[in-house]
């Protein structure tokens, strides 16, 4: 599976952004999938997760009720909308697969990994 995250940007804080994730490759569509984060000098943490299906998705506490994922297994394409950000969501944010049978809910559960993408909110 290959991937490629793309929609990332500058807005300030309270803004909304919405990141795209284009996976190509085989059964891609029976991968779990998610985002996670990286901010500067600090380890990467887990976002969020969607099941493959789309049936169940899972979030980090401090973006619960702020971003949303899905997928659109169609258009072989997940998203993250973001909204009500904030500056400590600053962070190259990366989508990842997952080859296990459920959902992922850590970094350690991802496979498969894409280029991230900056995003940055200014206060």
């Known amino acids: 599976v290959q991937l490629q995250a793309s929609g990332g940007g500058l807005v300030q804080a309270g803004g909304s952004l919405r990141l795209s994730c284009a996976a190509s490759?085989?059964?891609?569509?029976?991968?779990?999938m998610g985002w996670i984060r990286q901010a500067p000098g600090k380890e990467r943490e887990f976002v969020a997760a969607i099941s493959w299906g789309g049936g169940s998705t899972t979030y980090q506490d401090s973006v619960k009720g702020r971003f949303t994922i899905s997928r659109d297994d169609d258009k072989n394409t997940m998203y993250l909308k973001m909204n009500s950000l904030k500056p400590e969501d600053t962070a190259v944010y990366f989508c990842a697969a997952s080859t296990l049978r459920f959902i992922p809910t850590t970094v350690g559960d991802m496979n498969y990994w894409g280029k991230g993408t900056q995003v940055t909110v200014s206060s």
């Open positions: 490759g085989r059964a891609r569509s029976q991968f779990g």
